[in-house]
């Protein structure tokens, strides 16, 4: 083990946390220090609402610190069915299932939809959950580049499996882009597949109302399932799926990763169920978050840094090598800014980098002192800054 460690350490892949203390805000503390945070998904800046903190001591107060049991077997309680219903509602889906997290959604229907026999079509730059889903399906996964409908019609077109499911982030995590929702979604028509879309960073940030891409783009009938978190824009945790009443009915039977773990705390729950009427009702806090990463990209591709266009206000700032993100990282952190490297495996090997994401709740201020940290904490570790 020690071994192992030493060569992660070599290669600049090991990683290790920082503890904020505090509660997560538009600054976190760090060693003592107050950052500007462009590190968490906390987009609406949800994460420390007083509503959210009131309702969720209330629930404590009332039914207590714990559901007790799975779902199955008496953990699913009154706030949480109510939960349920007010998603599928916001999404205009026929039903949803909540589950424990993000991660476990993912792992638990992807092996409950698909096994031996069937094939699964997933883009390359998925999250680690649905690839995880997809190993433990035993399904034949046939993996397409990143947002390369041609090659997913080429392998969709030459699929004799039973059952066939297309697999796709509609943000994808790290980069920031868009799946192409619609060619899928007709793709998958075509040829006679489902489609499972991971709203994980779209939840809350995309659609009128924050129902996510799906609901933006007027694609809610043609998906089989959304998977959606609690845990990121709605600032709590958790994670639901939604879609017609029998494919969740049959999630409730089959997928593991809900028959066979305790059900979410109340007070989780009801943390939730604010978040949801908030980011439903508070529009302008979308708003806010898009306008801070248009300014924040605009302000780095202004200095000469090298931005790809934006499509969702995840930033991602390629530095390439892990040890000069690390660098960059660390410098920016000395000059005030909270912006982690993320490196390989998360990542592809050689692009390296900070993932910037801005928050509702900071103030214009926060972007523009972001900017000039950044900017001179690239060209400092010879960054792609001009
Ligand atoms: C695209 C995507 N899907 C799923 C997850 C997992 O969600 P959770 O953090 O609720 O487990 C994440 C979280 O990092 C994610 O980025």
Redesign the pocket.
Known sequence: MDEELRQLEARALRRSRRVVRGAQGPEVEIDGRMLVCLGSNNYLGLAADERMILGAISALAEVGAGAGASPLLGGHMEDHDALEREIASWLGAEAALLFG????A?VGVVSALVGPGDEIFSDRLN?A??IDGCRLSRATTRVYAHRDVDELERMLAASKARRRLVVT?SVF?MDGTCAPLERIVDLAERHEAWVLV?E??ATGVFGATGAGLVDELGLGDRVALRMG?L?KALGGYG?FVAGARETVELLLNRARAYVFSTALPPSVVAAARIAIGIARRESSRRERLWRHARRLRAGLVAAGLDVPPLESPIVPLVAGDSRDALAWASRAFDAGVWAPAVRPPTVPEGTARLRLTPMATHSDLHVERAIDVLVAAAGATGGKAA
């Open positions: 997290s993000g991660w476990h993912n999250h959950s649905l982030d995590s991971d994980a960073h978190t845990g994670a």
